[in-house]
């Protein structure tokens, strides 16, 4: 179909400056005076045209990693042959997925971020989820990020939700909503912090329990064992909080963090990424990304030992997703802050 991906303003834990310079760089950088070496490629034709003959993959191509068995491609996630090429006979326990939500994005309808109509949208997603359920194994996990528009009856996410009671083969396992720390809205209406996140399962998945890094503090919940009576922090498994589903410990990625990668709007932190890896799936497991955008999900398989299929119908975004590879095995860093990913264009 051509829809090109988004992914949603919400990020890591806030880490100042990891690349800073001197203390008065510093100073001037934390007084707001740095920017983004790269506008949001959506909206920046030119600059587009400029990097597309930097891109190593044309449409259709897959690139193999040759260090840890990681692909990316150019591929279409409504078209089975294309996610056949890049699974290449295999099936995955866990797909995270971030489709582009069908709504303005930063209120401004761009010929690379479109708004259809819901019908032709809701097209679109049956045919991924279709492909996805085509690649996934008999027991597998498949996340999906969802936007509401307030504007437009909230829309997908409610058709979406009720589009997906078409697919048998899954259940719905849970409706996790992240919290931004920041967020957009107006002087008449809430400030809007909420991102979505829809969770189903395929068969019967192995899941594992996470923790956070927020320590318990909240006592109470007595109950008694083996006749006394103890309370909930004694009786605790961790120290720390386990995430429900609702997670306000994340926060939402900008161009002063090192996993900020210029160009790309609103991308997903690694630190959810990260979560959803560690309870979903063990060390070696294959996991697979329709829309890679910014390639966070690489990013975080790399990190915990995961093989990761992925890709996307623009090309910038898959080189985008190669380079932030190579630019993690070369430095350690997660992504550029506020520096291009293209430095030979200026």
Not at 23 to 33: E, H, L
Not at 42 to 66: H, K, T
Not at 195 to 221: C, H, M, W
């Amino acid at each position: 179909m051509g829809i090109l991906t988004e992914e949603t303003n919400v990020g890591q834990q806030l880490s100042f400056l990891t690349d800073t310079g001197d203390q008065k760089g510093a100073g001037r950088r934390a007084a707001g005076r740095t920017r983004e070496q790269l506008k949001r490629l959506d909206f920046d034709q030119r600059m587009r045209e400029r990097i597309l003959p930097l891109c190593r993959l044309s449409y259709g191509e897959v690139w193999e990693d040759p260090v840890s068995g990681h692909r990316v491609g150019v591929l279409d996630a409504t078209n089975i042959e294309d996610v056949r090429r890049i699974m290449a006979g295999e099936r995955a326990p866990l797909i995270v997925n971030d489709p582009p939500y069908n709504v303005e994005v930063g209120n401004v309808n761009t010929p690379n971020l479109p708004k259809v109509g819901l019908e032709a949208y809701l097209d679109f997603s049956r045919k991924w989820v279709r492909n996805a359920i085509a690649v996934m194994k008999a027991d597998a996990h498949l996340y999906i990020w969802m936007g509401a528009d307030y504007r437009d009856g909230f829309q997908p996410l409610p058709d979406f939700m009720i589009m997906m009671r078409e697919f048998k083969q899954l259940r719905p396992r849970s409706l996790i909503t992240m919290r931004n720390q920041r967020g957009y809205g107006t002087p008449k209406n809430w400030m809007w912090v909420r991102q979505e996140l829809l969770y189903y399962v395929r068969g019967n998945p192995p899941f594992s329990v996470v923790y956070t890094d927020i320590p318990k503090a909240v006592r109470g919940y007595y109950k008694e064992v083996n006749g006394r009576l103890t309370e909930n922090l004694e009786r605790s498994k961790s120290s720390t909080i386990r995430p429900g589903n609702v997670w306000f410990d994340i926060q939402q990625v900008f161009y002063r963090l090192e996993e900020n990668v210029p160009g790309c709007y609103a991308q997903k932190p690694l630190k959810a990424i990260e979560r959803i890896i560690e309870s979903s799936s063990v060390k070696g497991d294959l996991v697979v990304d329709f829309f890679a955008h910014s390639g966070t999900t690489l990013i975080a398989g790399e990190r915990l030992g995961r093989k990761v299929y992925t890709f996307d119908i623009d090309p910038i975004f898959a080189e985008i997703t190669i380079r932030r590879l190579e630019h993690y095995r070369r430095t350690g860093k997660t992504g550029w802050q506020w520096r291009s990913p293209f430095p030979e264009i200026g």
